[in-house]
């Protein structure tokens, strides 16, 4: 059995550490799994990519497709047509995708028009709502052509169930991203930037933008970071910036007494920041989940999330895309209310364990015979 595993941006290589550390544990019938880590390089540098190979111990990928940076259709099609040229040299038996980046719908794509290969997605089943978003596209594009469907929550789960996919198809099984937290959280490392700004424990925010409706215009961006900084009310503010934020960043050249713009953190150091803060404010998805399991305040920038257990369950509040409801928040967190949530089901570092044990050792998804099919439902909704 060959499987691939297919990563591309920052929030795949959390995603896909603990899978691959969960195939290298797995045998069957006594013989390790043959797998194949494609990197797809749409993020490609050491602190977008490179730091998260060495500090979460993957491995180096078997192929590197180095497509780089581009438009939405020009990164798409250079990656399927990539990665097809390795399908085509050898098939897999299943595509192991994950999230929602354009390196998981690329890829999707080119490994289910071969014939025999069947395509898994972890993280399926979530949505927005939102298809000005180019990830909820991703999603929904992926989530059409995908066998085997891997979700992290019920409302993955029902809308998946809604759009007409077999409930036989479905295994929740938590999520991935919080196997690769939990299995790090006692090796979190103090970042530089700690020392620098004296920061102590409870004492700052952490801040993280990279959404196209937040950072592409420079004016909406200066913007943001004005009432967040204001209504932090002299607070350090620690703001890793995105490379894509860091272009519109460039055009104002903002200088703001408590906002410390800083280069992207590596995992290690980045988790270490949000475990340590007062709260979190972002418009990332990934983060919104971390800061659930870490139990600290967490503020979305954003309309609609395609993760509302946070809120539900979790600390995370949406706030909305504009600045409106930013000042109340921050009155709320400084008052002491800000809600103390719990942990999602089934987020309990077992995740990717789960999933390898169905790719593998039982092999029933791959054998689709009846007595799989009935061993499957112990795993289904
Ligand atoms: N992250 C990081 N360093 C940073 C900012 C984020 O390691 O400076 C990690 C964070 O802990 C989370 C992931 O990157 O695991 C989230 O990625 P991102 O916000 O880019 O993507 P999204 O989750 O919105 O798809």
């Not at 990830?135 to 992290?152: A, C, G, K, L, Q």
């Not at 934020?245 to 280069?263: D, G």
């Amino acid at each position: 059995m060959l499987i691939d595993l297919i990563a591309g941006a920052r929030p795949n290589f959390i995603k896909i550490a603990s899978l691959v550390d969960a195939i290298e544990q797995v045998k069957v019938e006594g013989a390790p799994v043959r797998y194949r880590l494609i990197h797809t390089g749409q993020h490609f540098d050491e602190k977008m990519s490179g730091s998260f190979f060495e500090e979460l111990n993957i491995p180096a990928p078997h192929y590197n497709l180095e497509v780089g940076a581009g438009t939405q259709a020009e990164q798409a099609g250079k990656i399927m047509k990539a990665y097809e040229r390795i399908l085509l040299k050898e098939a897999c038996d299943i595509c192991v995708v994950v999230g929602d980046v354009n390196s998981t719908m690329a890829c999707a794509i080119a490994a289910k028009k071969i014939p025999g290969v069947k395509l898994a997605h972890v993280e399926a089943g979530i949505r927005s709502g939102d298809r000005t978003m180019p990830e909820e596209i991703n999603r929904i594009v992926t989530d059409s052509i995908t066998d085997y469907f891997f979700t992290t929550s019920e409302t993955a789960n029902e809308h998946l169930l809604s759009s007409g996919v077999a409930k036989t198809a479905i295994f929740f099984v938590g999520n991935t991203m919080i196997d690769t937290l939990l299995k790090n959280v006692s090796r979190l490392k103090k970042p530089q930037v700690w020392d620098e700004l004296k920061l102590k424990s409870g004492q700052f925010i952490v801040l993280t933008l990279h959404r196209p409706n937040n950072v592409d215009d420079d004016a909406k961006l200066a913007d943001l970071l004005h009432t967040i900084a204001s209504s932090a009310e002299g607070t350090n503010i620690v703001f890793p910036v995105h490379p894509r934020t860091a272009k519109a960043l460039k055009a104002r050249e903002l200088e703001i007494s408590n906002l410390h713009a800083i280069e992207p953190l590596s995992y290690l150091e980045f988790n270490y920041l949000v475990k340590h803060a007062k709260a979190v404010v972002t418009d990332s998805g990934g983060i919104t989940e971390e800061a659930t399991v870490l139990g600290v305040p967490c503020m979305t920038l954003r309309d609609s999330t395609e993760r509302p257990e946070t809120c539900t369950i979790g600390t995370n509040e949406l706030l909305g895309a504009g600045t409106k409801n930013i000042p109340a928040a921050f009155v709320k967190l400084f008052a002491g209310n800000w809600k103390k949530g719990s942990i999602p089901e089934k987020w309990d570092g077992k995740t990717a364990a789960r999933i390898v044990e169905m790719l593998t050792n039982r092999g029933m998804l791959l054998n689709n015979n009846a007595e799989n099919e009935l061993d499957a439902a112990r795993y289904t909704l």
